[in-house]
């Protein structure tokens, strides 16, 4: 588990004082899911070869993003940390008819949107590997997108997240934490091969950087793989 250290600088060595940083992580596509729940299960069997609760903290927050109407990933998170975009019986032509419903779009979208003529793609399943798929139902899903992110956000910044990492350092590395506030990150997981995760990449991320606010651009991270 990384730590981040914080310097401190009332008359302690730098460095001596640290804490667990919070974090957000997103998942997106099947892949980025999967890497999620791989990830939490690496954090329980810590905790748990640690002779702690296997409980992981509510400063590292977890939200899997992706097209299927019921999670299909293998291992997958907990029901409440996953957003499906499509909802049962939705077609991609309605996505679109959507989209082009208004005009303050269309540029933005004329020059890669799928025409839905021919297209075989149940989208409750997935994007069938069309990133531009996955880009247009990001689009969609937006506003959807942005208030969850948003929750996701807020719910890192509780009353009692600093305070449940502290106790959690000390616990784990048998010294002091710094205390106070622990700074957050933002780490977005994603497959580039994939239709989803590709093509939701670009929209969840400029979301994120919203919600976020540009002091806090450098502390967030994508982890993309193919």
């Given at each position: 588990?990384?730590i981040?250290?914080?310097?401190?600088?009332?008359?302690?060595?730098e460095?001596e004082?640290?804490?667990?940083?919070?974090?957000?992580?997103?998942g997106?596509?099947?892949?980025?899911?999967?890497t999620l729940?791989?990830?939490?299960?690496?954090?329980?069997?810590?905790?748990?070869?640690?002779g702690?609760?296997?409980t992981?903290?509510?400063?590292?927050?977890f939200?899997?993003i992706?097209?299927?109407v019921i999670?299909d990933a293998?291992?997958?998170?907990?029901?409440?940390?996953?957003l499906?975009?499509?909802?049962p019986?939705?077609?991609?032509?309605s996505v679109?008819a959507t989209?082009?419903?208004?005009?303050?779009?269309h540029a933005?979208?004329?020059?890669?949107?799928?025409?839905?003529?021919?297209?075989?793609?149940?989208?409750?399943t997935?994007?069938?590997q069309?990133r531009?798929?996955?880009?247009?139902?990001?689009?969609?899903?937006?506003?959807?997108?942005?208030?969850?992110i948003?929750?996701?956000?807020e719910a890192?910044?509780?009353?009692?997240?600093?305070?449940e990492?502290?106790?959690?350092?000390?616990?784990?590395?048998?010294?002091?934490?710094?205390?106070?506030?622990?700074?957050?990150y933002?780490?977005?997981?994603?497959?580039?091969?994939?239709?989803t995760?590709?093509?939701?990449?670009?929209t969840?991320?400029?979301?994120?950087?919203g919600?976020?606010?540009?002091d806090?651009?450098?502390?967030?991270?994508?982890?993309?793989y193919?």
């Amino acid at each position: 588990m990384r730590i981040v250290g914080q310097p401190m600088s009332h008359g302690r060595l730098e460095g001596e004082d640290v804490v667990y940083a919070k974090f957000m992580f997103v998942g997106l596509g099947g892949a980025g899911g999967r890497t999620l729940a791989r990830l939490q299960g690496e954090i329980r069997s810590w905790l748990k070869e640690n002779g702690r609760p296997e409980t992981i903290p509510e400063g590292w927050q977890f939200l899997h993003i992706d097209t299927p109407v019921i999670c299909d990933a293998v291992p997958m998170v907990a029901e409440n940390e996953y957003l499906n975009l499509v909802e049962p019986g939705t077609d991609y032509q309605s996505v679109l008819a959507t989209l082009n419903s208004d005009p303050t779009l269309h540029a933005e979208l004329q020059n890669w949107q799928v025409s839905p003529v021919g297209l075989r793609v149940d989208i409750t399943t997935g994007a069938g590997q069309y990133r531009a798929i996955g880009s247009t139902i990001a689009f969609e899903k937006a506003s959807l997108i942005r208030r969850k992110i948003r929750d996701v956000s807020e719910a890192l910044q509780r009353d009692t997240t600093d305070s449940e990492l502290n106790e959690l350092y000390q616990k784990m590395t048998l010294k002091k934490a710094a205390g106070g506030a622990s700074p957050s990150y933002c780490v977005v997981l994603s497959s580039l091969a994939g239709g989803t995760g590709a093509g939701l990449l670009l929209t969840v991320c400029d979301l994120i950087r919203g919600t976020w606010g540009e002091d806090n651009d450098d502390k967030i991270f994508g982890v993309l793989y193919t």
